[in-house]
Each structure stands twice: as structure tokens, then as C-alpha cells.
């Protein structure tokens, strides 16, 4: 298992600086959000200033289990509710898809005010900036070990349904 992080490339951003919530990650995802300086971002990060540039967003082209996680991560915490199923199509379409945590990383890297979705363990091997998120709690939550360990600790994991039902 490992844990999933938006990464990011924007100037003047340090790392965990940049905080996000899932519905705004969810329509950055969906293109409704597209500027850094977007309302819903700026409400987020008041003390930070952003860019006004277009947000380039990093798609994983091949089928995976970090898509298939962050996509339904995304579609429960969507307004629309489709986030998964526009996801999906979006991904088809948008010329910007990489291959591999690896070329996801690698595109973020390189390209400025951009962001995108990697394991944990790829952010911190290429040294990217990756966001702090805020949970279904409201409390902002900083991506470590701890809080995956304990994420997964408080998982609803279909065998641990199964064995409470027997």
C-alpha cells in the first residue's frame, strides 16, 4: 500500500505549503478550476500569494492502482458525483499523460505550475513539492508515514467487512 499525494511545481511554493481540500482538487481535475489564483484555491492558502498562470495538470496514462485510488478518492468527494466516470474520459483526451508514478514525477518536475498525482515514495525520491490536504474532518492533514499508517489503520477494507459479518 502506499499513499497518494498531489504534487506540485509552483515558484515560491515551498513544500506542504500549498493546503487543498477534495473538492477543489477534484475541479482542478474536472478543468473548472484552471488558474492557481482561483477563489476556491486563494480561500484555501490566504497567506499565499499565487500565480495568476494556467494550472498544467499531469494525468497517468496507463491503468493503475494509484489512478484507480485517487480517481475514487476524487468521485467521493466531487459535488458532481462523476468525478470518476469524467475522470476517466478526461484522462483519454488531455494530451498531457505520462507514464508510471515515474513519468508523472518526471513531467511535474520539469514543467512549471504544474500538478499531479504520484505515490508518496515518488514525491520524495524526486524531491517534489506535494500539498497538504485537509480530511473529511476539516483538519489539515501534512502526507508522512504516520498519517498513511494511520489512514489505513481507519480504512473500511472489504475483508475487514467481511470478517465483522461473520
Excluded: H
Amino acid at each position: 500500500m502506499g499513499g497518494i499525494v498531489a504534487a506540485y511545481n509552483l515558484d515560491g511554493v515551498k513544500n506542504g505549503d500549498l493546503v487543498l481540500d477534495g473538492p477543489t482538487l477534484a475541479n482542478i481535475y474536472l478543468g473548472k478550476i484552471t488558474r492557481w489564483n482561483d477563489a476556491a484555491i486563494q480561500k484555501l492558502n490566504p497567506t499565499l500569494k499565487l500565480p495568476t498562470s494556467t494550472i498544467t495538470v499531469v494525468y497517468r496514462s496507463d491503468g493503475s492502482g494509484t489512478t484507480y485510488n485517487f480517481t475514487n478518492y476524487l468521485s467521493k468527494v466531487s459535488a458532481t458525483g462523476r468525478a470518476r466516470s469524467v475522470l476517466t474520459r478526461r484522462f483519454l483526451a488531455d494530451g498531457n499523460w505520462r507514464k508510471g508514478n515515474d513519468g508523472v514525477a518526471g513531467n511535474i518536475a520539469q514543467s512549471k505550475g504544474s500538478i499531479g498525482y504520484v505515490e508518496y515514495f515518488y514525491a520524495k525520491q524526486n524531491k517534489l513539492s506535494y500539498a497538504k490536504m485537509i480530511n473529511k474532518d476539516g483538519k489539515t492533514v501534512e502526507a508522512t508515514v504516520p498519517a498513511f499508517e494511520a489512514a489505513a489503520a481507519n480504512a473500511d477494507w472489504p475483508i475487514r467487512r467481511a470478517i465483522t459479518r461473520s
